[in-house]
């Protein structure tokens, strides 16, 4: 027995009666060597199989995980439509914290050109793809992000695919040209643009035969293929022609009714995606068409979430010539400031116009077509009461359009002919008119006083490329987006059933973890049981020569701890030869780097803080009866 002991265990110091019981407990469990080994045995064989099951977890989802990531493709996000976005929507993708990077695009899908180099002088087709600084694309695989030229006549810098610069015969440094075409009034136009190949791209980035350029310098290709002047090219000029027509949405009225067949048709011949009777047209409606409710049957013709352009219009003419029938591309909302007022203005036909006002202005009221110049459709008829304000029939006025925040075209004026008066709290414009305005919606738009012609100025942006910080980013984004009316497309069905398997192995190996944890504490606390009641004579001794309750209560706490702590040692040493053998054996299916079987530092450290925990709850009842024991039952065996 010590000497702190033998003088009276109370009289010692806490910290000493800690350091006794420690000694104590330690001898007594190397004392009985044989029962402590099986019982460490015990819980290494609990916690070793525990290990690899979350270890061959961990290594198959996050495998799996890493894979998905290096392919760009898992963590892209892209429009489902083309719509026009403002910067302030490509602003607010990139404050998500969930955004890796927002690459703007003009068009929805890429666009095809020729890429031509002195080993492949006829050239091969490419994809034109936007790029711009921290591009995860380029940068993730490979490649450095292209720049545009930064003095006129040296090339545009470019980053190749792997598979267009094989079949360009192509390395970084080379030099290529990229042809652009058009056609104007049936009549093919071309222009080269020099390239300086920066980088060229791993397969896994873009399997296709792509370039990617910077977005500037896509910008003005998409401005020159669409007829608009390029200032900083030399060439690159402007085509005349007539500015686009779109409208929110067709009305057609009949005076008979249709059937769901001939609707259907409609939308067939016109492009449209959707139509519905409309059982009580209101009143701005069924001025501009001219026919009352109880006339005609009206039906409303559109795009979800776009415009419609003014070829359907004419599709739908087309495919109904009977002069009854009345087809009409609607602008709802159109605005225009005059002389400081704001007027709402309505888009009405040649036909409608001389129905209602015959005798205001509309002998030279322009017919309606989808190439119409603005020039020959820039009439108005203004309300009455602004006689007053000094501007006659035939004079010309500065109209202002009233945009909305969200519009491509934020300041526009143009000039109109006043065709006459009309005793109205509106303005009519022709049809036409309406739906070179209502253009200003979707792209930027200037107007030359001079020709007097309206002009789109640039091209906008109507696609995006969206890439997530990680893969389980982007189901939360999609359905975000979604909310905003934004239909998407993205891979985050897999990525959702990825996480779902994750979840689900995970709930089985916790299950299969409590399971063995609830047999292991078990034996640990039938083990420590009766280990106290097979030494209630030798503890009955340590309480008779002065051991408090404390000590007694710490003595079977230590020796779990002992045991618990050997017993994860054991079991984590199992665990790395088994998880080795693992690992060895499939080595040959894994990529350079990869384990099958592999578990983080800080889950062996969770693993050995559950054992512990385990191992002290368990000595609990053990330690309860420890405090007991009563003294007198050692001197009644003596």
């Known amino acids: 027995m010590s000497e702190a002991a033998h003088r009276g265990f109370p009289d010692a110091g806490a910290g000493q009666r800690l350091v006794t019981t420690l000694r104590l407990a330690w001898d007594d469990l190397l004392h009985e060597w044989l029962l402590t080994a099986c019982l460490v045995a015990a819980i290494a064989a609990v916690m070793a199989p525990i290990m690899l099951l979350t270890a061959l977890k961990f290594g198959f989802i996050n495998n799996l995980r890493e894979k998905l990531i290096q392919d760009p493709s898992f963590r892209l996000v892209q429009p489902a439509q083309a719509v026009y976005r403002e910067p302030s929507f490509f602003d607010d993708l990139r404050g998500d914290k969930r955004v890796a990077f927002v690459q703007p695009t003009v068009t929805l899908s890429a666009r095809p050109s020729r890429l031509m180099s002195d080993k492949a002088p006829k050239g091969v087709s490419v994809s034109m793809r936007p790029t711009s600084e921290g591009d995860p694309l380029i940068l993730e695989h490979g490649g450095r992000v292209p720049v545009p030229a930064v003095a006129s006549g040296q090339p545009d810098q470019v980053a190749l695919t792997a598979e267009a610069a094989t079949k360009l015969q192509l390395a970084v440094g080379d030099f290529a040209k990229l042809r652009i075409t058009r056609t104007v009034k049936k009549r093919r136009e071309k222009v080269f643009l020099d390239l300086e190949v920066v980088s060229i791209l791993q397969p896994a980035a873009d399997g296709s035969a792509s370039v990617y350029l910077p977005e500037t310098v896509i910008r003005q290709i998409e401005n020159y293929k669409s007829g608009i002047r390029v200032p900083e090219r030399e060439g690159w000029d402007a085509v005349s022609q007539p500015p686009r027509q779109v409208f929110e949405e067709i009305i057609l009225a009949t005076p008979f009714e249709l059937s769901d067949i001939e609707i259907n048709d409609l939308i067939v011949d016109s492009g449209v995606t959707s139509a519905e009777r409309m059982a009580d047209p209101d009143e701005r409606i069924v001025s501009a068409v001219g026919l009352q409710p109880d006339e005609a049957t009206y039906v409303r013709l559109g795009v979800k979430n776009k415009l419609v352009d003014g070829r359907s219009v004419r599709a739908l003419a087309t495919a109904m010539p009977d002069r009854e029938v009345r087809v009409l591309g609607a602008v709802g909302n159109l605005k225009l400031k005059i002389g400081g007022r704001e007027l709402p203005a309505r888009a009405m036909t040649q036909q409608v116009l001389r129905e209602r006002y015959a005798a205001a202005g509309a002998g030279n009221w322009p017919r309606w077509g989808d190439k119409q110049t603005f020039f020959r459709s820039r009439n108005i008829l203004l309300p009455g009461t602004m006689r007053?304000?000094?501007?006659?029939?035939?004079?010309?006025?500065?109209a202002g359009l009233v945009s909305a925040p969200d519009h491509a075209t934020r300041d526009l004026q143009v000039d109109l002919v006043v065709s006459g008066y009309i005793d109205e709290d509106f303005a009519v414009v022709p049809m036409a008119l309406a739906g070179m305005l209502a253009t200003a919606r979707e792209a930027p738009l200037v107007y030359d006083n001079q020709s007097h012609q309206l002009y789109r100025s640039s091209i906008g942006f109507y696609g995006y490329r969206l890439y997530g910080k990680t893969i389980d980013d982007i189901p939360g984004l999609v359905d975000t987006l979604r909310k905003r009316g934004i239909e998407v497309r993205a891979k985050?069905?897999?990525?959702?059933?990825?996480?779902?398997?994750?979840?689900?192995?995970?709930?089985?190996?916790?299950?299969?973890?409590?399971?063995?944890?609830?047999?292991?504490?078990?034996?640990?606390?039938?083990s420590f049981y009766?280990?106290?009641?097979?030494?209630?004579?030798?503890?009955?001794?340590?309480?008779?020569?002065?051991?408090?309750?404390?000590?007694?209560?710490?003595?079977?706490?230590?020796?779990?701890?002992?045991?618990?702590?050997?017993?994860?040692?054991?079991?984590?040493?199992?665990?790395y030869v088994f998880a080795g053998i693992i690992n060895a054996y499939f080595a040959d299916n894994l990529r350079q780097g990869e384990q099958v079987c592999r578990l983080p530092v800080s889950?062996?450290?969770?693993?050995?803080?559950?054992?512990?925990?385990?191992?002290?709850?368990?000595?609990?009842?053990?330690?309860?009866?420890?405090?007991?024991?009563?003294?007198?039952?050692?001197?009644?065996?003596?």
């Open 388 to 398: 007053s304000q000094g501007v006659t029939a035939g004079s010309v006025v500065s």
């Open 492 to 526: 985050a069905d897999i990525i959702d059933q990825l996480q779902r398997l994750d979840s689900s192995l995970t709930a089985m190996i916790l299950i299969v973890a409590l399971v063995a944890l609830v047999g292991g504490a078990t034996v640990v606390v039938a």
């Open 603 to 638: 889950y062996v450290a969770a693993f050995g803080a559950v054992c512990l925990a385990v191992a002290l709850a368990s000595s609990l009842l053990s330690a309860f009866r420890a405090t007991k024991i009563d003294p007198a039952e050692g001197m009644r065996v003596e």
């Open 530 to 575: 009766a280990a106290v009641e097979r030494k209630r004579h030798e503890l009955a001794l340590f309480r008779l020569i002065g051991f408090p309750r404390s000590s007694m209560f710490q003595f079977p706490l230590i020796q779990s701890v002992i045991v618990g702590l050997a017993g994860f040692i054991a079991g984590t040493v199992l665990f």
